[in-house]
T-cell receptor, first 116, second 114 residues
Framework: AQKITQTQPGMFVQEKEAVTLDCTYDTSDPSYGLFWYKQPSSGEMIFLIYQGSYDQQNATEGRYSLNFQKARKSANLVISASQLGDSAMYFCAMREGNTGFQKLVFGTGTRLLVSP | DAGVIQSPRHEVTEMGQEVTLRCKPISGHDYLFWYRQTMMRGLELLIYFNNNVPIDDSGMPEDRFSAKMPNASFSTLKIQPSEPRDSAVYFC????????????FGPGTRLLVL
């Protein structure tokens, strides 16, 4: 079974609009972390935002926020005021368990295209 | 601060040749990870180290792949002999290792095996 599911292969958004990239996860572990990474066409993987399973509030980092709905096991990324430079692949990832277990499992990614 | 450093950035080799990929993690990070990214399989964890010791190598595809971490500032991923299906982008990442800590990725090595 897929641990991380990203159902949107591609998304389009106009500059300055907000966009939500979907991510659902599957785990029975009460302790886990959720991450979003951005991969532009140049290829590097850039960390965007982190949400811990015990965090009471949704994570925010500048224009990025994470809509964490624990009961639904979803961790959607919201990008506000999209910019042309936001065009990239976006990956959701999960790390399960305690500090001794460091394995990250990635989703298949969503390609975001921001148009002028 | 320097991020994760990988070399070479690009490698083209012929089938059967030995390939060695190198990684220098962020100073002070005690976890190091090797990932492979392909169109067909996405991002896969190959192996990771904690304090230079391999912890989980269940993602290493076969015996042709080996990884070492002789010290805290250097790791290698070796493929011998290489095959065309090994063509991929190989990423190295490092982290402090706490649950909340992020894995920071290097720029990747784009490998093409002809």
């Amino acid at each position: 079974a897929q641990k991380i599911t990203q159902t949107q292969p591609g998304m389009f958004v106009q500059e300055k609009e907000a966009v939500t990239l979907d991510c659902t996860y599957d785990t029975s572990d009460p302790s886990y972390g959720l991450f979003w990474y951005k991969q532009p066409s140049s290829g590097e993987m850039i960390f965007l935002i982190y949400q811990g399973s015990y965090d009471q509030q949704n994570a925010t980092e500048g224009r990025y926020s994470l809509n964490f709905q624990k009961a639904r096991k979803s961790a959607n990324l919201v990008i506000s005021a999209s910019q042309l430079g936001d065009s990239a692949m976006y990956f959701c990832a999960m790390r399960e368990g305690n500090t001794g277990f460091q394995k990250l499992v990635f989703g298949t990614g969503t390609r975001l295209l921001v148009s002028p | 601060d320097a991020g994760v450093i990988q070399s070479p950035r690009h490698e083209v080799t012929e089938m059967g040749q030995e390939v060695t990929l190198r990684c220098k993690p962020i100073s002070g990070h005690d976890y190091l990870f090797w990932y492979r990214q392909t169109m067909m399989r996405g991002l896969e964890l190959l192996i990771y180290f904690n304090n230079n010791v391999p912890i989980d190598d269940s993602g290493m595809p076969e015996d042709r792949f080996s990884a070492k971490m002789p010290n805290a500032s250097f790791s290698t991923l070796k493929i011998q002999p290489s095959e065309p299906r090994d063509s991929a982008v190989y990423f190295c990442a490092s982290s402090l290792g706490l649950l909340q800590e992020t894995q920071y990725f290097g720029p990747g090595t784009r490998l093409l095996v002809l």
